[in-house]
C-alpha cells in the first residue's frame, strides 16, 4: 500500500461523453440455492443483452450476482456508471450497489447517485463515493487496473417474488480537481506554531487544462473562520499548493471548505477537508492505575500500516486501553490443527509500544466446535454457535497462558444479550461463562475478569427474552471482577438508563464489583460530528460519576465512508485516517483528567451537569447544559480570592476566567467545558448571575417578552451591559441594556420584542438571540443564547393544503438500532424511507389533524396500547391550565381497520370518551399512507379562548418495516424518548 500524506476529495467539473463498456453478458447468483436466488443471461425490452436477477422471497437481508468475466474498465478514473434496468420489482427491494475491484484484488461497494429509478441507475465512481471495501491492501483506496465485478440487491424484510434486468453499462468520464490538506502527518495533524506545514494542494486529475479560481474557506469547531484564495491555473496532471502562511485563530479541529471554479464553467464545485491542531496529550509509558481512558477498534481488518496508523493515532490521543477481539475462530480455525497466535502478539507489540494495553475480547467460537444437538435460541437470526464446554475451557486456558502478564483485562462474549451475537440463552451464557472465569483464575490468578460486555437495558430487535442480563448476572455473580455494559446513543437516553435502570437492577442483585462502561459512543451519521465530540466528555464522566472505573469510546477509526451508515461514523478518524472532532476531545479529554480521581456531582438548575475531580495538584470542574435547556450563567465561590481559574474547552483551548472576592462566572452550554483551579481551592456553586423566563415561541406579527433577571453577587455595586442581537425578522425595543446594580441586589427585567409579519421558521428549528454581556467592575465578560420557535398560526380560514409541519430532516429521526448492529440495513436512509407532513384545523366543534406519511413499507400487526411498536401516528396535546397532556395514537393495521388508542390524559381525566367520539379515516396508497382525525373540542377540554391562546403540540411517526419498531421521526424531541412539553412547538388558532 502506498502511504498517503493527504486527506482527498473530488470536485466534478464535466462529463465527457459516454463510452460504451464490452461485456460478456453471463453471471450467477452467490448462494443461489440457499437464499433462492438466480442469474442467467436475459435480454432488455428494447433487444439489448443483459443479465435477469431473480429472487423468489426476500428471506435474506441482500443478494448478489458476479459476472462470469468481470468488466475491465482500465487504470482508475473519475466516472460515472449508467446501466439500464428494467424490473418487476417488489416492496421489500431497497436497492441496488455495484462492486468494483481494483488491482490489489480490493473491492469496493458503491451506491446509486439518487433513489428510485425509470430505466437506468447511475453510479458516481470517485474515491469519496466509496461506500464499504474489503480484500486485497484494505488501503481503502482505488489502486490501478479497475474491473466491475457485480451487483449486490439489499432487501428489507420479506416479500414476494421479484426480479429486475440490469444491461448496457455505459462509462462517462469526470474531468476533476483533486484537493487534499498536506501538514506533513498521515494522521492530518499539526502542532500550534508549526502552520506553516500546512497547504491546500490542488491536482488537475483530468485530460483537459483548467483555468479558474480556488478559494478555501477554514472554520474550526465553535465557528471561527477565515479564508484564503487565489487563481488556479492547471495544465493535466499539474498541482499548486495553497499555503497557509499565518497563524491559525485557535487550536482545535479544523475543517476546510474548498472549492473552485472554472473561467468557462460557471458552476462552483468542491469538497471538505480536515486537520487538527493540538498538543497530544500522549502517549504516556506503563499502565494506568487510575480510570481507563480505553478505545474500540479492529485491527484485523487493516492492513499493517493501518495497523500502525491507528495505534499512533491512539497512542497520541493518550488513550491507555484497547479493546481488542482475540477470536477463537482466527486462532484454530480448524479442529485439532494448529493455535496461531501470530496477529495478536504483533498488534500486542505495537501498541505496547504506544503506552496501551489490552483489554482482550475473548469468544467468537468456530462452528466445527459447536455443541453436539445445539438449537438457536433465536430461530430468525444468525448469531454466534453455543460451542463445547470442554473446548472453550482450552481456548481460554491457551490465551491465558500465552498471555500471562501481559493481559491485564479479559471480557468473555460481546453483547450475548444479543442473539444475533451470541444466539443461546442465559443459562448456557453461565455455564460457559463460569468455566471460562476458573481457566482464567489458574493460569493468571492476576487477571481481571470482566463479564460479557451487555449490550443494552432496552428491549431491541435482536434481545434475548426479558430478563436475560439479570439471569446472566445473577448467575455468574462473585466469578468476575468487573461488570461490563455498552449502552450505545446520546447522552439524554444515556443517563436515563444507567440511572432508572442500571444502577438499580446491580443494587437488586447486590453486584459488588465495580463496573467498565466498556463500550459505548454516539455515531455521527448525517453530519452530527459536533453533537459526537460532546458526547464523550458527557458519557465518559457521568459514567465515571456513577462507579465507572474506565470507558471505551466504539471505536477508533470510522469503519467505512458511507455518511448515513451508523457503523461507519463511530470512529475518532475517518476511515482515511482525517481527525474528527471527538479526537481531539479526547486528546483534551485525556490530557486534563489522567490523574484525576471523581469526587462529587454539584447542585445544580435541571439540565446542567456539575462534577468536581481533582489529583494531588490541581481541580477541575466540568460543567455543561443540555440541548433543551435554558441558557445559565452560573456563579461559582472559591476559597482563595487570588485565584484565577482557567476555563478549557473541548478542543484544549485555554483562558483565564476573571475572579472578584474568590467569585467567578461561568456559561453553562451543550458543548462541556473544565474549570482548572489548584486542588487547595475549594469551589462551591452561588447562584446564577442572569437567568432567562421565556416561552421561546414567537407568533409572526405580535410583541413577545420575556422576563430577564440580573444578580450582583458582589459585595460593592456593578454595572451589567447587555447587547442583544436577534435573528432576521424579530425586533428588539431595546437592544442594549445597561443595568446598576447595588451590593446583592437582583432585579427582574421585561424585555420586549416585536415579530414581522413574515417571521416563520421550519417546524422544530430554532434560531437564537445572543446575548453579548460584560461587567463594567468586575471585568467579567460572556456571551449566551436564548433559543426562540416561532409558534405555528392555524388560519381560521384553509384554502390551500399548505401543512403546518414538516418531518423530512435527519436531525428529526430518533434511531432505535444504535444498540443493535444487525439492523444497520434499517437506519434511516432518506425522505422517501420515513417522512410525514401534518395539518391542523377546527371547524367549531372539532380539532382536526391531518397528517400524510411516506414510508416504503406499511406494517401495524398491533391493536391497543401496544401499536407504538407498528407504523402509526402518535401525537400530544398540552393544554394550558391542565397538568400533564393528551397523548393519542391513529393507526391502520394490517387488517386494514383503523384504531384511535389514548395512552394519557390531562389531570387523570377518562380517555374512554376521546377513543369514543373521535372518528379516523385512513388510507394507504403506494408508499403514502393518510390519516385524518376528528376529536371534539369539548373531549380533549380545548375552548374556543385556549385555542386562540395556543397550546403545545407534538407529533411522531413510528416506523416498523416488519423487524420491530427501528425508529421515529418527529416535529421536535419530547414525546417519544420522554414527556417534555415544554419543548413543544406552540400552536395558535386565528
Known sequence: MKLSLFCISFALISITAAAPLPVHWSASAVQAKSRRHSAISATLPDGSPGIRFCWESGNTP??????????????FEPCVLRAALHGKLTENFDRIRIRLTD?????????????????SVEFEITQEKIRDFWGGDKNGRIDG????????????????????????????????????????????????GEESKLAVVFTNCGDREFDGRASCRFEDFYGRHFRLERSLSLPPGGTMRLPLNRPLPAPGHWQIFWTVQGNKEGAEHGGTLQFASLEPSGPTPNRTSGFLFGVHSHPYRWSKQDRELEARAAGLAGIKVLRL?????????????DWDFSYPDSVLRLYESHGIEFEALLGAPPRWAVTPGYVPVRSDIRGEIRPQTALYREYIRRVAERYRGKIRFYEQFNEPDLAAFYNFGAEDYIELFRAGAEELRKADPAAVILTGGFATMLQVASSHAPGYIEKALAGTNGTFDIHAHHEHGPFEAYCRIIDEQFLPMRRRLGIAAPWYANETALTAAGGREKRQAAALWKKLLFAWSRGAVGYNWYDLRNDGFDPDN??????????????????????????????????????????IWLFEFADHQKRLLAAWSEVDTPPATLLFQTSAAGTVPELVDLMG???????????????????????????STDIEPAGQLFKAVFSGAAVAGKTFAFQFTANNPLPKPENFVLRFSPPPGIRLICPELRISL??????????????????????????????????????????????????TVIPAKRNDGAPDFLLNRREQVHSLIGADPSREHLNWKGPEDLSATARLSQDGQNFILAVDVTDDRHCQPFSGSGVWQGDCVQFAIAVPEHSGLWEIGLTRRDDGKNEVFCWSTPDGLDPAPVMKTAVLKTERDGNRTSYQVSIPLTALKLSPKLLRQGFRFNLLINDNDGEGRENWIHIVPGIGESKTPEQYPLVVFE
Open 566 to 607: 451508523g457503523e461507519h461514523n463511530y470512529g475518532l478518524l475517518t476511515n482515511d485516517f482525517q481527525p474528527k472532532p471527538v479526537y481531539v476531545a479526547y486528546n483534551t479529554l485525556t490530557g486534563l483528567f489522567r490523574t484525576k480521581k471523581f469526587l462529587r456531582q454539584l447542585p445544580a438548575p435541571d439540565g
Open 653 to 679: 483551548n485555554r483562558r483565564p476566567i476573571p475572579t472578584v472576592g474568590g467569585c467567578f462566572p461561568l456559561e453553562a452550554s451543550e458543548y462541556p467545558v473544565a474549570v482548572e483551579l489548584p486542588v
Open 62 to 75: 441482500y443478494g448478489e450476482f458476479v459476472f462470469t468475466k468481470p468488466i475491465r474498465l482500465g487504470r
Open 103 to 119: 488491482s490489489s484484488g480490493e473491492t469496493f461497494q458503491f451506491d446509486t447517485r439518487k433513489r428510485g429509478f425509470h430505466d
Open 742 to 791: 447595588a451590593a446583592g441586589e437582583s432585579r427582574c427585567i421585561p424585555i420586549e420584542a416585536q415579530v414581522d409579519a413574515k417571521f416563520r421558521l421550519p417546524s422544530g428549528v430554532r434560531d437564537f438571540i445572543k446575548v453579548e454581556w460584560h461587567g463594567i467592575n468586575s471585568g467579567w465578560t460572556g456571551c449566551f443564547k436564548l433559543p426562540v420557535l416561532s409558534a
Open 145 to 192: 487496473e479497475v474491473t466491475i465485478t457485480g451487483f449486490a440487491i439489499g432487501f428489507r424484510g420479506t416479500g414476494k417474488r421479484g426480479e429486475f434486468t440490469i444491461g448496457r453499462i455505459e462509462k462517462f468520464s469526470l474531468a476533476a480537481i483533486e484537493a487534499k490538506v498536506d501538514t506533513g502527518d498521515p494522521l492530518y495533524l499539526i502542532r500550534p
Open 325 to 337: 477481539d482475540i477470536h477463537w475462530r482466527a486462532l484454530q480455525p480448524q479442529p485439532g490443527g
